[in-house]
């Protein structure tokens, strides 16, 4: 009998520890190349690290160095444009497909996976796509010119005014059905009864996503709000595949010059403060959410 408990409690204790060894190496991994290296970076922020790492300790000054830079300024305000656009833009594109899927309309099986495909795709490969497609050599602009309409012209990808704006068109393709999956699960949702009894009201369609259905979208909101922020902020792959941040630095990014500074101006000092600005950018987006998330499930 006593072997019998005995052997109970080996089985239960393995039990217990099993699923902890078994993730125990990528745990390990996580902190230490994910926020061993983030805690690295925040140290060589504050050194006088050029091509390879330096210890030595110069404080402030490299944050002080990079908001001097006109190309931090530049990179800023593109993000500015860019996320500004991507998030309303996103938002509305994927609210306006939901709100058609939640019809019931025929087809729903087959239009979802068509609205939801291009978030399958890498930002390489989106980047790749949409820079052959408004290339004026190769793309939309010679296929026009192709067909007759030699006065057709669209060459924002080379036009430094409007260069940003085709990272805008991309990154949108990408994200919209993404965004209407959250808004999807949040009108799916929605318990109908509530839409029942407005609408015995005499409540008319606008009335009812104004007054109930929008307001109880909030959650799929912010979270599309906080997800579209964290990609944008970390744009990279998607701008050097479709601009290489030109031309010139037109759709320069705080991603693309903290690559740039780090790895190809041996500025490593610099390009680590720049890529610890993003760090606090997602910082002060995300714990204000996970703050508010805990807070309503208490």
Known sequence: MATTHADADMRTR???????????????????FVYGFILFTIYLSFTDSRMLPSY???????????????HWEIAITNLAVFAGLYIVICSVIGLTLAILLDQKIRGEGFLRPIYLYPMALSFIVTGTAWKWMLDPGIGLEHTMHAFGWESFAFDWIKNRDFAIYTVVLAAVWQSS???????LAGLRGIDNEILKAAQMDGASNWSLYRRIILPQLRPAFLSAFVILSHLAIKSYDLVIALTGGGPGRATELPATFMYSYTFSRNQMGIGAASAVIMLMTVAAIMVP???AELKEKK
Request: proline share 5%; net charge neutral; no cysteine.
């Open 289 to 291: 959410y996970l703050y």
């Open 177 to 183: 059905g993404f965004t209407m999956a959250m808004f």
């Open 14 to 32: 393995l039990q217990d520890w099993l699923p902890k060894i078994v993730l125990a190496p990528s745990v390990a991994a996580t902190l230490i």
């Open 56 to 70: 030595d300790w110069v404080g402030l000054k490299n944050y002080e160095n990079l908001f001097k830079l006109s």
